[in-house]
Structure formats: C-alpha cells, structure tokens
C-alpha cells in the first residue's frame, strides 16, 4: 500500500516551508495563511515554491529536512491532513 500526501497539503507545507516563520514555533491559523499566501505570490505561484523547496535540500538538507517536518505537521494541525491510498 502506497500513500500519496494530498497536492494542496503538500504546496501549503512547501509554502510554509520557504516562509520568514521560524521552524519549531507554533504559529496561528492567521500567521500561517498570510506566509502562505505571501510565499505563493512572492515566488510565482506553486512550481516556484517548489524550486526554492528542492534548492534547499541541495544546499542544506541538514537543516531542509526538519523545517519541512515542521511544515507539514503545521499544515496538518491547522488544515488536517488529507492522504489518498493507492493500491
């Protein structure tokens, strides 16, 4: 059985993600979906959101690897997490 994360969790975790919000806080509903959207806009939409987010990881996967387990359980807390199954 395979899992698939929902594509809207995963753009809001990579856009949380490339974010100013400090990784290990807990910000709110609010905070989160103002960085959201400004990292959406600031970077061209979603596919530019993605390239900062796999920049990252080639430049410092010490430390992308961590801030992207913050994004997602933030994500997650605040939108609740949406997996598909395959089979």
Do not use: K
């Amino acid at each position: 059985m395979n899992i698939t994360i929902d594509p809207l969790t995963a753009a809001r975790a990579e856009a949380l993600f490339t974010s100013h919000i400090s990784a290990g806080s807990t910000p709110s509903y609010a905070d989160v979906d103002a960085a959201i959207r400004t990292a959406i806009r600031s970077h061209g939409g979603t596919r530019g959101v993605a390239a900062d987010v796999a920049a990252a990881y080639g430049d410092h996967p010490e430390t992308a690897a961590p801030r992207m387990r913050w994004a997602r359980c933030v994500v997650d807390q605040l939108y609740g997490s949406r997996m598909a199954y395959a089979r």
